[in-house]
């Protein structure tokens, strides 16, 4: 017995219009739908990944920070010294420091 996921997957068919094949090989839609795909064979997915270019009609600026983004894997950062650390390190050393504390009290 099939599940819906796999017939669906079976049954779908190249994303190409000048193709019928089966479509088992997902593609985005664009830069903007990432999440979302197209599915192709292998002939034509093949083809899709010559073409793809994520950076397409992206101007100077745009690219900069696509760039930017990347060097940190698109997740966010902070210039050196600008993050208090050692508040982070007290606030997290203090809530063991509190539960040690309560439990010697418990054991008193």
């Known amino acids: 017995m099939l599940h819906t996921n796999q017939k669906e997957k079976q ?3 190249c994303s190409n219009p000048k193709c019928n094949e089966l479509g088992v090989y997902p593609a985005p839609k664009s830069r903007d739908e990432l999440r979302e795909y197209l599915y192709f064979c292998i002939n034509c997915i093949r083809d ?3 073409s793809w270019n994520y ?3 992206l101007n100077e600026q745009e690219l900069e920070v696509e760039i930017r983004k990347s060097v940190t894997w ?3 950062s902070w210039k050196f010294g600008t993050k ?3 508040y982070d390190f007290e606030k997290t050393f203090n809530k ?3 539960k040690k ?3 010697n009290k418990k054991n008193i």
């Open 48 to 50: 899709f990944n010559k």
């Open 96 to 98: 063991f420091e509190n």
């Open 11 to 13: 049954e779908r068919i």
């Open 74 to 76: 698109d997740r966010p």
């Open 55 to 57: 950076f397409e009609g």
């Open 84 to 86: 208090n650390i050692n």
């Open 101 to 103: 504390n309560i439990r």
